[in-house]
């Protein structure tokens, strides 16, 4: 959840803007932030089990199959970089599959990983958590789907490059508020699911019991 903070902070403090889109700062000094970021959650995910399928049958996957698929997705965000405002091969995997294929790849593992993050929310976490949290995963999952049509509409019109859709995307950021959003709303159901919310009441509970010496 802190990513795009730190790169708001950043691209406002070093270069006076936010990128277009997160990927973007890929190709700038926040490169290590980016990719490392990517990489930290790729293998937490790959490493996460969760709770095995259902025996009746009702869970479409497991929840290691889908941490699996997202955690792969994250390596293929940070290794394929999108378009290079250069124009000139700066990475492995851009030479191997060539600077204008690796957009591909990286739009591609985008799609999967936040389509994967939606299916945790929408899927898994509903299935395995009380009542009251359900509405709160829901949503969530409801607002990265959302973010992730609004990414790919939006993407396609900063790639066509076709005025005025262009200059508005670009000029607006709206990729990286979209891919921003659902991000903050995976990270909000995962703290919701790890009950973050009652070890933080738990602990000002405790803090404020000692103030008052109760």
């Known amino acids: ?26 190709h700038t000094t926040y490169r290590d932030i980016f990719v ?18 259902s025996q009746d049958g009702s869970d479409w ?12 997705a994250a390596f ?4 394929f970089p999108n378009e290079s405002p250069t124009q000139q091969i700066a990475t492995m995997t851009q030479s191997v599959v060539g600077i204008g294929v690796s957009p591909v790849f990286h739009y ?18 509903v299935r395995t958590d009380t009542v009251g949290r359900r509405p709160i995963y829901r949503f969530c999952g409801y607002v ?12 396609c019109a900063k790639i066509s490059g076709a005025e005025p859709y262009y ?8 990729v990286f508020w979209f891919e921003a959003v659902g991000i903050w709303a995976f990270g909000l159901s995962w703290l919701v699911k790890g009950k973050a919310d009652l070890k933080i ?3 000002v509970g405790f803090l404020l019991e000692d103030e008052t010496g109760a």
């Open 76 to 79: 293929g965000v940070a290794l």
């Open 201 to 203: 009441a738990a602990k």
């Open 1 to 26: 959840m802190a990513l795009p903070v730190v790169l708001i902070v950043g691209g406002l403090r070093d270069f006076q803007r936010i990128e277009p889109s997160i990927s973007d700062f890929y």
């Open 144 to 155: 990265i789907v959302l973010m992730l049509i609004g990414i790919a509409a939006a993407s």
């Open 108 to 125: 591609v593992s985008a799609l999967v990983f936040f389509t994967c993050l939606a299916g945790f929310c929408l899927s898994k976490f």
């Open 36 to 53: 490392g970021t990517l990489f930290a959650i790729g293998v937490f995910l790959l490493t996460y089990r969760g709770h095995p399928r």
């Open 61 to 72: 996957v497991s929840d290691d199959w889908l941490g699996t698929t997202a955690g792969t």
């Open 167 to 174: 200059s508005f995307v670009v000029q607006n950021n709206l």
